[in-house]
């Protein structure tokens, strides 16, 4: 995505809905290149046009996420891609960082494997011309657009794969890495079986928030890209569980 866009996400993420005129002086763009550029983005599910203005309003939930510190989540994303070799196979599980993490790796890696059970990473990377994808079956959750239940756990069972990365709703010590839906804790968990590394991608702010159901214990997590603003004593608490920890700058340009 290039960075203009991701300007429009930013600005859209902290106003909401915006007139094209404004963004179009804001940018320095001719409204014409605004419209296209909010043409792209709605066709991604990332925004809403109406007449005149960019809106998050009506945004899907999945789609309205990805769109919430979207630069933050573009560099934790290009960070974690530097893991994966060309021709790796890799599992990605759901959250917003996981699917520009798949974007990432469609775009810019060679014949690199990506099996998921998130219809949203499917649809997401579906304009990407390099990715190769292996979508899971199961129960289908339209909130999150993701695969779940026995199915998936079925599916998942024929592979291994040397890594998997997931996204994450919170995080505290005692649970570890924290989500909202036990069934997709349960599909996690029967991922996390399948690979010899675990990678957790979440923006800082996810740390703050405790989560109801266990998706991973910290314990088995073996790196996390996050951004600088992690709290120091939810850091050295990952460090002390021998969890690596990879911090982007969140005030980059």
Do not use: W
């Amino acid at each position: 995505m290039t960075e203009r866009r991701c300007k429009i996400l930013d600005v859209l993420a902290k106003q909401r809905r915006i007139e094209v005129s404004t963004l179009s002086a804001m940018l320095a763009v001719s409204q014409v290149t605004v419209r296209k550029d909010l043409d792209i983005l709605e066709n991604r599910g990332l925004i809403r046009r109406e007449h005149g203005f960019a809106t998050l309003d009506n945004v899907d939930d999945v789609g309205r996420r990805l769109a919430l510190h979207y630069s933050i989540k573009r560099r934790i994303a290009q960070a974690a891609a530097q893991m994966v070799e060309d021709g790796e196979t890799v599992m990605i599980e759901s959250g917003s960082c996981c699917a520009l993490l798949a974007e990432e790796l469609a775009t810019k890696k060679r014949d690199v494997t990506i099996v998921t059970n998130s219809v949203f990473i499917a649809n997401h990377i579906r304009h990407v011309p390099f990715g190769k994808l292996i979508l899971l079956g199961g129960y289908y959750q339209s909130d999150s657009q993701v695969l779940v239940g026995s199915i998936t756990r079925k599916c998942a069972e024929i592979f291994f794969s040397s890594k998997l990365f997931i996204g994450v709703d919170g995080f505290n010590e005692k649970l570890g890495f924290t989500g909202k839906d036990h069934h997709r804790a349960q599909t996690v968990q029967t991922l996390a079986e399948q690979v010899s590394q675990i990678i957790v991608l979440t923006e800082s702010v996810k740390f703050n928030n405790h989560g109801v159901v266990g998706l991973i214990d910290s314990k088995e997590v073996d790196t996390v890209f996050t951004d600088d603003g992690i709290p120091k004593e939810k850091e050295l608490f990952l460090i002390n569980h021998e969890v690596a920890v990879h911090k982007i700058c969140s005030n980059a340009a």
